[in-house]
């Protein structure tokens, strides 16, 4: 590594150096010293690492505020080599469409907005949507519904899809919707686990954001890509939950999130392809010949699943909108990319441009207080990327323009600007930014305005499209409101053009070779394009004006002007600028490489072309250089850490001291770059061309870095107290992520560079790179990494590649891109030897060639060895390789090794002559690059491509001594996957034909091939490799035929070692010949090691041989023998007595107790023994009940009743302890885990607590004995500590009574322990047991088997797999000591790879699988559901558990037991499928996870029965292995070699510990001596024992994943379960544990409604006009809306009250542990079987008030959680509607068994009644002894309401509604109007009949 220097520019500071001048400005102090980046080989030969020098020290004590005017900036640069980094990876892969899973599960919804509601959910993924069932009548539903989508598409693409929560109100006719709730998929793959679990999404109405927070959603949504494994959360409904603490939103985002404006602003654009590329206009162009037409352009903006666009401009390739698009949204936004599309619109179809993504982190911060930034950009240009300009429409076309894959060509840029603006309230207080636009009408709304609405092209600056109609397409069809707003924007002020500055690039065209013969035939060109410049087949329209000048173009953001001396090479002063172009090549035709017929060179022997490309850019080089020191920090830093996990991989020392010096040189080029952007925020803090994102920007890097020297700090201060290298290499990775993410500017200044290989007028490969890494600066930190530096490039076709190298050409370029006034910089970096050619170009100009001065012959020795971990390219599994090696003109292949994927290839390749331009010293240091590539060969057709790799040669000239080169590993990489690596040596020898010096001869062998010489070959040393055979599994079918005689060969550095073979691998699968052995030649380097390849070949008839499959294995440092440590000398001088079982039942019942002097009876302890205190926890107290159920009840010695607490188990009055009291207890216990800081100490330091409490002090005295509470469990006591310890269990006076009681209550406090009743545990794991014991792999490690053709994809090795070798490893190093000593021990039949291995024979087990429960299954119907059912597989045993499937159901409880026997090997294999049962056709496979159960029998760990927490004889805690826990640590013993456990009382002595605790209790007053508890707690720690711990298997619940063959790699759910194996000949183990799942239990809840108050009238009389409302009151509870039930009405309450006494009886069913009611019904009338569902025990009581002829009145609600209401008020006064919101006294129902009160009802939050009910809990059996009647109805009846006589219905007594209504009050009136009337009657009878009466006695007289 060539050392670099520190230099410290000062400015007008003094010097803290003596005898420096420091008064001249400008003058550089130099500190030259080691470099602190090494590379891993000065590391690896121990070159060691100077501490930072005292530059960083005067660097810390200067102080930048007080010197405004100057500035000390230490810099730390990149070596200044002449070439740039070395990358070994020449081609990257194409991005594919890949797999993709969504699962969401709605839980529960509440505080819903709406009055009597029936809500469903509507999830919506792009164009999918599901929907969940609809629940009626509640604001608070509860779902508990699982829903998958499935994608398949590119990962661009997917991410930014939107997932759409929508609560829709479901009517008969129509839907409305309540509120919706948006996140992208990114956001959600970026949180832990790529999931939010229980989360509560925030509904809003984006439409009108007014109205605030709708309601909560309850979910949780997991992404997953293949090989991602979702971890189940738990599905609870609490009604205590605080719903603001636990939103769906990431980490760190504020609860409560304001309304804000996104507002795009675009300008303009320029440089847009000119041609229209339409499909019309490809017509045009095949009929005419010509296309002419021109482009009509707009832009679309995509945000969040709502899209915006522009008007179209017509016919214009530089069009003006000045419009802006406005997107309301929540801020901060839960989306992560803002998408800006560039359109031609089209009559047969619009065509996409280009694509630009705004990445809203980059732009924005999301600290808090004035640390942080709104997401800000511009006004400034972004660049548009896509396919070729002139290229026609194809399939690439349409995804690169899309912005999917890498664009190949620039395509124009965009002026624009983004501004985000809060809303301070909703719609109501509008912002001046609100006042100021106004909305337009949406004219068509996909696109815009229709054809005659756009506006014409030529509109001027600020005038087109400006005032044009234009509109936003709503994504969803729900409402208009949802679409982006459209409106004019003032255009920016004019940009001055004297801002522009024209810039150069320059370039020259070192070498050119690896062409492909194809395109070779004629005459090739290279082009150089920056933009539209340089393009050669479209120039840009208008030629690049001369820069202004260079007074003004300086600006002093720019790094400062170097005083370093101008290049002789060009003349002229800095203003000559250059003015002319040559951006191509002049063609020259390539000519066939020498050795190699495929590819092709150029003679750029001794001229190498140039060109250079003249670019008018504006000047923001500012923002460049910024990102340049930046990377040139993250360069360094990411050196040292890499050099550091370099020699942490090796195990070699200094990794620790290496690291940290990286971390403290990182913190010094941060601190350099705080100060520099501070110093230039102060001298540009008024700049005008300084945008605020600049600002900001600056600042948040020095926010950041300031933020990030702290974390350096903190990582190595504290391990250097913890240590630990892994550790801090994780830190410094995440480190490396953060400043890596503030390199990238996200304002575009420039576009990428493009170089293209043209040939016959065509575009064939090209290679893109960014014009930031070619920026020159005069300030060495601010340059471009490859600014002045010859690059390697591989040149790549455009669009799709093929799996083959698709590299079209290699070239070495030398670049450097800057200001024109900086030309005369522009071959200053150049390789000495080279000069300029100046014929015919004036001075000032670029020159158009540089000559090479001198050229050197040079030979190249390419030393093939040998490789490994190649790609398999053949049906076998195998590849016949070959490696052809390329440098410059000259190639090389060496010999095809057949059928390996290890070759040893032991070759010496001969490059002769090559001729090397430029300065030796130039070719010492910097050799040209030498290409490798790897094929296999096929007989028929061509080589298939399997990797590549780039090595540099080392360099020996003749005028040194010569030294062998060392042989070296290089990565292979075959596109991004990786394809082995290379062990080669590459060396360049100078050759000069008049010197005495010679290279060294090679040796030659038959065929004119050379070997690698033997001082290059690594130095062997014989190693001895043992191998234990084990057995064959799992073998598939090889060419149709099954595999009968298997055998294995072990290959490895030549040699072969066969296994013995298998006679017939179905009776036994096992090798008859357990171990052997082979002497191997092996490098004495153990990182040379060659690799070991497993193949297994099947004999068959004949002697025919077929190959079954192999397996590499590259690094065999995992198989050096380590030998085991000593086993503890025997300290006891007698054999232990044998313990005899106590009479009767060796687990004490209750109340036993250690006896009198149980521990002043211990006797002394020899000086080797520790002591090793092991506290007893209470007897489990199944024991208890159990005995108290049977009829012993026995009396409790220090019992104190106020220990009794209610408990779940209580409310269900009967108490019932089984496993699933365990089983939720341990869940709880987990939960509680996960939610506190420290689960793990809590929990060791908790049975501890009355130890460390009463003895800490006195501890604490010693000082031989530190306590924490993190080892307190682990606590160890010396032989002289004894005393102490009997001080700490007898503390002071007080009597060991008083002593006990007080721990007693000391435990009941114990907040963790829940109720008093403790209850014994199991270990949950979250995944699978083989994830936390190592795959078991501690006694054998299993090999996968593959044959075929190896798959393009990562991972995708299913298909390939045909079998697993079980075997093992022992590697060591051969002495002539220990050689006789293995001679004898291979006679003797003793190895050392099977010490510790059981015998291979058959073993006959017992087998118990329990299957609990299964959860996200994934659905199987198409309703969304599935019927699991649980099918077990081992062997030839299948057992189908059909018969009991559980319908509808996706996380089922199975409950279920299976038992079987096996014989191990031949039934080893036990799969686990769940399917889904269907009544027509088969039942279809949901997913499957498979066991090696042998590896778990015979592991160290004892897989076979987990150890429960307590020991227990009978009970839901019993037992279950068939050994004692004694007689397991006694088999223990005798298996690890130790010496039998000695059993006294009190204490146990296993291997030089002796393990204290209770053995002697108390039964029937009678002392009783039993190891068994004392025995287990042994067993759980033993892991301590020296030599031979290990940490034994729990008892268990594993949680295993299932898989899909047809879905690979994808999550289908979880299985929980655990697998228990007993050998038969020993003991049988006890009854299998019943885990059949709870019957819920009947209960009926009595209901009575006595009255009602203060309900509010509705209905209004048309004839009083008085408020009345006709009361009634519905109930029911959830998920039981079958059995809704109703009072009778109370008629025409004039005041609210209503008086019913009506009595609602709901019988359900119900489970105490799980808190759920359990409804059973038909989905529907089609279906065949019940679901099963689960949900909260809630009651609704609602009251209505009845109308007649028209739809009821929804007059008020209340739901009433019966786990937790609030108490009733005992009057109607007291009754407020504030009782269901404050936090007053809650009861559950279950505990009260019967509540009465007052409760209020609430519409909208507002009291609208008040209800008297009284609740009666009972049991079914309770409910049959005392039945009653439902309403009023015997028996027991409610007596009749006493209701007012106005209480009745108009319909059905319309007399009584007239009596009441009118008569009495108009009464009177009505009496008066008869009187009248009959008085006017008897008028009218008197007036019509008198005067015929006058008449008649007129006549009759």
């Not at 059909?1442 to 038992?1459: A, C, M, T």
Request: glycine share 8%; aromatic share 8%.
């Amino acid at each position: 590594m060539v050392p670099f220097q520190r230099e410290i520019h000062r400015r007008g500071s003094s010097s803290a150096v003596p005898g420096v001048k420091a008064d001249l400005p400008g003058y550089r102090v130099l500190f030259p010293e080691k470099c602190v980046w090494v590379s891993s080989m000065c590391a690896c030969a121990g070159g060691e690492v100077e501490a930072p020098s005292e530059a960083s020290a005067l660097l810390q004590g200067e102080n930048w505020e007080d010197q405004p005017g100057t500035s000390a900036v230490r810099t730390r640069i990149i070596p200044n080599n002449k070439r740039a980094k070395l990358k070994t990876c020449i081609q990257k892969s194409e991005g594919r469409p890949q797999s993709f899973q969504i699962c969401i599960n709605i839980t529960e919804a509440r505080q819903l907005v709406g009055e009597n509601i029936d809500p469903s959910v509507l999830l919506e993924i792009g164009d999918e949507k599901k929907q969940t069932s609809v629940q009626e009548g509640t604001n608070a539903p509860f779902y508990n519904e699982y829903f998958v989508f499935e994608f398949f598409a590119y990962k661009e693409v997917f991410f930014d899809k939107v997932i759409k929560l929508t609560v829709m109100h479901s009517k008969m006719l129509r839907s409305f919707s309540v509120g919706s709730f948006k996140v992208d998929v990114w956001t959600v793959y970026r949180q832990p686990g790529h999931q939010f679990t229980n989360k509560w999404a925030m509904l809003t109405n984006p439409g009108d954001i007014s109205t605030g927070v709708r309601g909560y959603v309850k979910c949780d949504i997991s992404v997953s890509a293949k090989g991602d494994a979702v971890k189940p959360g738990p599905k609870a409904s609490d009604a205590e939950e605080q719903i603001d603490k636990n939103l769906l939103v990431p980490e760190g985002f504020p609860s409560e999130r304001p309304w804000a404006r996104f507002c795009v602003k675009v300008y303009r654009a320029e440089g847009l392809p000119r041609n229209n590329s339409s499909i019309m206009a490809n017509v045009t162009k095949a009929f005419i010949g010509d296309n002419t037409a021109l482009i009509d352009p707009y832009v679309e903006v995509s945000f969040f699943k709502r899209v915006g666009r522009t008007s179209t401009q017509k016919s214009t390739a530089e069009p003006a909108w000045n419009e802006q698009i406005v997107f309301t949204e929540m801020f901060p936004p839960l989306c992560q990319r803002l998408k800006i599309q560039v359109w031609d619109e089209g009559s047969m179809g619009d065509v996409a441009i280009g694509t630009h993504y705004f990445d809203l982190r980059r732009i924005s911060n999301e600290q808090d207080g004035d640390r942080g930034f709104l997401p800000t950009f511009g006004p400034a240009w972004i660049n548009l990327y896509g396919s070729v300009r002139n290229g026609s429409i194809g399939d690439d076309t349409v995804e690169l323009n899309e912005g999917i894959g890498e664009g190949v060509s620039y395509r124009g840029r965009v002026y624009m600007e983004l501004a985000v603006e809060i809303l301070s309230g909703g719609s109501g207080s509008e912002s001046k930014l609100g006042r100021m636009l106004k909305p337009s009408k949406d004219a068509k709304a996909g696109k815009g305005v229709g054809k005659d609405g756009k506006t014409p092209a030529g509109g001027g600056g600020g005038g087109g499209g400006a005032g044009a109609a234009a509109g936003g397409a709503a994504d969803d069809d729900k409402g208009k409101a949802a679409a982006a707003e459209v409106l004019p924007v003032e255009s920016p002020p004019a940009l001055d053009a004297d801002n522009n500055e024209t810039f150069l690039l320059f370039g020259a065209l070192f070498e050119a070779t690896m062409i492909d013969r194809k395109i070779g035939d004629k005459p090739i060109s290279f082009e150089f394009s920056i933009g539209n410049y340089g393009n050669v087949l479209e120039p840009p329209e208008k030629p690049p004006p001369r820069s202004p000048s260079p007074a003004f173009r300086r600006r002093a953001l720019d790094a400062p002007v170097s005083a370093t001396p101008t290049s002789p090479l060009l003349l002229g002063e800095p203003a000559d600028a250059p003015t002319t172009s040559r951006s191509s090549t002049p063609p020259q035709r390539p000519l066939i490489v020498e050795g190699n017929r495929y590819y092709m060179h150029l003679p750029l022997e001794k001229q190498k072309p140039c060109i250079s490309v003249l670019s008018n850019w504006e000047n923001r080089a500012y923002r460049l250089h910024n990102s340049n020191m930046l990377d040139n920090i993250a360069v360094l830093f990411e050196g040292g850490v890499a050099s550091a996990a370099e020699l942490h991989r090796k195990s070699e020392p200094g990794a620790e001291h290496l690291l940290e010096t990286a971390l403290k040189e990182f913190c010094a080029d941060a601190r350099s770059f705080v100060a520099a952007a501070e110093a230039k925020l102060k001298a540009e803090g008024k700049s005008s061309y300084l945008t605020q994102l600049d600002r900001k920007r600056l600042t948040l890097c020095r926010q950041e870095l300031e933020s990030m020297i702290g974390d350096a700090r903190s990582v190595v201060e504290r391990k250097r107290k913890a240590g630990g290298v892994k550790e801090m290499l994780q830190h410094a990775t995440k480190l490396k992520q953060k400043i890596r993410f503030l390199v990238e500017e996200p304002q575009h200044t420039v576009p990428d560079v493009f170089v293209w290989l043209l040939s016959n007028n065509k575009r064939i490969a090209y290679a893109r790179l960014s014009a930031r890494d070619l920026l020159y600066s005069s300030s060495r930190e601010a340059r471009g990494i490859h600014c002045g530096k010859i690059i390697t490039l591989f040149l790549k076709p455009p669009g799709k590649r093929v799996a083959d190298l698709s590299v079209q050409a290699q070239v070495d370029v030398y670049l450097w891109y800057g200001s024109s006034s900086d030309s005369v910089h522009m071959l200053d970096d150049l390789p000495a030897g080279f000069s300029a050619a100046t014929g015919g170009a004036a001075s000032s100009r670029p020159p158009a060639a540089l000559l090479c001065a001198e050229q050197h012959a040079f030979q190249l020795r390419c030393h093939m060895y040998q490789a490994r971990g190649l790609i398999a390219a053949d049906t076998s599994g195998l590849s016949d390789p070959f490696a052809r090696v390329t440098c410059l003109s000259h190639s090389q292949t060496t010999n095809v090794i057949s059928q390996t994927l290890s070759p040893t290839w032991n070759q010496c390749l001969l490059m002769s002559r090559l001729l090397l331009g430029g300065d030796l010293q130039h070719v010492w240091k910097e050799p040209p690059r030498v290409l490798v590539e790897v094929y296999d060969d096929d007989a028929l057709g061509r080589a298939e491509y399997l990797g590549a790799t780039v090595v540099v040669p080392e360099v020996r000239l003749a005028s040194d001594p010569y030294a062998p080169p060392t042989l070296e590993y290089s990565p292979i990489h075959c596109g991004s996957l990786p394809g082995g690596d290379l062990l080669a040596a590459f060396e360049l020898l100078q050759m000069q034909e008049s010197a005495e010096w010679s290279p060294p001869a090679l040796e030659k062998q038959e065929g004119g091939i050379y070997t690698v010489p033997a001082n290059i070959r690594p130095v062997l040393s014989t190693f001895r490799l043992e191998v234990l055979f084990w057995g064959m599994r799992e073998l598939k079918k090889v060419q149709l035929l099954s595999v009968d005689r298997p055998q294995v060969f072990i290959e490895c550095a030549g040699k072969t070692l066969r296994s013995s073979v298998i006679q017939k691998y179905k009776s036994n699968p096992n090798f008859p010949t357990l171990v052997d052995a082979i002497e191997l030649e092996l490098p004495e380097n153990e990182h040379l090691h060659p690799p070991l390849s497993i193949t297994v070949v099947d004999w068959r008839a004949f002697g025919r041989s077929t190959l079954v499959g192999n397996h590499v294995i590259n690094n065999l440092k995992a198989f050096k023998y380590a030998p085991p440590p000593a086993l503890p000398a025997p300290t006891q001088t007698h054999r232990p007595p044998k313990v005899t079982e106590p009479p009767g039942p060796s687990t004490p019942p209750e109340g036993l107790c250690p006896s009198a002097g149980d521990t002043t009876m211990t006797p002394p302890l020899t000086d080797p023994d520790f002591l090793i205190t092991v506290e007893e926890d209470a007897p489990p107290p199944e024991e208890q009940l159990g005995k108290k159920r049977a009829g012993e009840a026995r009396s409790t010695r220090g019992r104190s009743t106020k220990r009794k607490k209610r408990t779940i188990a209580d409310e269900s009055a009967e108490c019932v302890i089984d496993w699933w009291s365990k089983y939720y207890a341990s869940r709880d216990k987990r939960a509680k885990q996960d939610g506190s800081p420290f689960p793990q100490v809590f929990d060791k330091a908790l049975p501890y607590q009355g130890l460390l409490s009463d003895g800490i002090d006195s501890l604490g005295k010693h000082s031989d004995i530190r306590v924490t509470a993190a080892n307190v469990d682990r606590l160890v006591i010396p032989t002289s500590c004894v005393e102490i310890f009997c001080l700490v269990t007898r503390v002071g006076g007080e009597p060991d009574g008083d002593k006990r009681k007080k721990q007693k209550g000391r435990g009941t406090l114990d907040p963790n322990l829940g109720p008093a009743t403790k209850l014994a545990t199991l270990e949950l794991y979250s995944k699978e047991l083989e994830a936390e014991f190592a795959s078991f792999n501690d006694w054998v490690n299993t090999y996968e088997l593959f044959r075929g053709k190896a798959n393009e994809e990562e991972g995708a090795t299913e298909g390939r797999f045909v079998g697993k070798f079980k075997g093992r490893f022992c590697l060591y190093k051969m002495s002539e000591d220990n050689a006789q000593d293995s001679d004898q021990d291979t006679d003797g039949g003793d190895f050392r790879v099977s010490r510790g291995i059981p015998p291979n024979g058959l073993v006959q087990v017992l087998v118990r699988v329990y299957i609990v429960s299964a959860s996200n299954l994934h659905p199987a119907d198409p309703d969304g559901k599935a019927d699991p059912y649980v099918v077990l597989r081992l062997g030839k045993n299948e057992i189908k558990d059909r018969d009991n499937y559980i319908p509808k159901q996706l996380n089922p409880v199975f409950g279920r037991s299976f038992e079987m026997q096996a014989t191990f090997p031949l039934e080893s294999l036990l799969s686990v499928a769940v399917y889904d049962h269907d009544l027509v056709g088969g039942d279809d496979l949901i997913g499957e996870t498979r066991i090696d159960l042998e590896n778990r029998f015979y592991s160290r760990h004892r897989a076979t029965c987990g150890l429960p927490t307590e020991y227990s004889l009978d009970g839901y805690n019993a037992w279950r292995d068939g050994l004692k826990p004694s007689e397991l640590l006694s088999k223990l013993c005798r298996d690890h070699g130790l010496e039998e456990p000695l059993f006294r009382p009190g204490r146990i002595s296993v291997a030089d510990k002796v393990f204290v605790g209770k053995t002697c209790f108390v039964h029937e007053d009678e002392p009783l001596e039993s190891y068994e508890h004392l025995s287990l707690k042994v067993l759980q720690r033993w892991a301590e024992i020296p030599a031979v711990g290990c940490k034994l298997v729990p008892e268990h619940i594993e949680t295993r994943t299932l898989f899909n063959k047809d879905r690979p790699g994808m999550d289908q759910g979880q299985v929980q379960m655990w697998v228990d194996m007993f050998p038969m000949d020993l003991p049988p183990p006890g009854p299998s544990v019943d885990i059949s799942p709870r019957k819920p239990k009947g209960y009926e809840l009595r209901i009575i409604i006595w009255n009602t108050e203060d309900v509010i009238l509705e209905d209004s009389s048309f004839l009083t006009g008085q408020q009345s409302s006709d009361i009634y009151i519905k109930g029911w509870l959830k998920g039981l809306e079958d059995d809704r039930q109703e009072t009778d009405v109370h008629y025409n309450s004039l005041t609210g009250e209503g008086n019913f006494n009506w009595r609602f009886v709901f019988p359900f069913s119900y489970l105490p542990a799980e808190k759920v009611i359990v409804v059973s019904k038909k989905e529907h009338i089609f279906s065949l079987d019940k679901s099963e569902q689960k949900l909260p025990a809630i009651l609704s009581l609602q009251v209505w008030d009845f109308e007649t002829l028209s739809s009821d009145d929804f007059l008020g609600t209340v739901e009433l959680d019966l786990h937790g209401f609030p108490r009733g008020a005992k009057t109607a006064k007291l009754c407020k509607a504030d009782m269901l919101t404050e936090g007053t006294e809650r009861i559950s129902i279950f505990q009260q068994k019967r509540a009465r009160g007052w409760w209020p009802f609430a519409k909208c939050g507002e009291l609208t009644g008040k209800v008297e009910a009284e609740f009666h809990l009972l049991t079914a059996e309770e409910a049959e002894k005392n039945c009653v009647g439902r309403a009023r109805k015997e028996p027991e009846p409610l007596p009749k309401p006493n209701r007012p006589d106005t209480s009745f219905s108009w319909f059905v007594n319309p007399f009584k509604c007239f009596f009441h209504l009118v008569w009495r009050s108009y009464k009177k009136y009505i009496i008066m109007a008869l009187v009248l009337l009959i008085g006017a009657l008897f008028l009218a009878l008197l007036f019509y009949t008198l005067p015929g009466a006058i008449s008649q006695k007129i006549v009759n007289g």
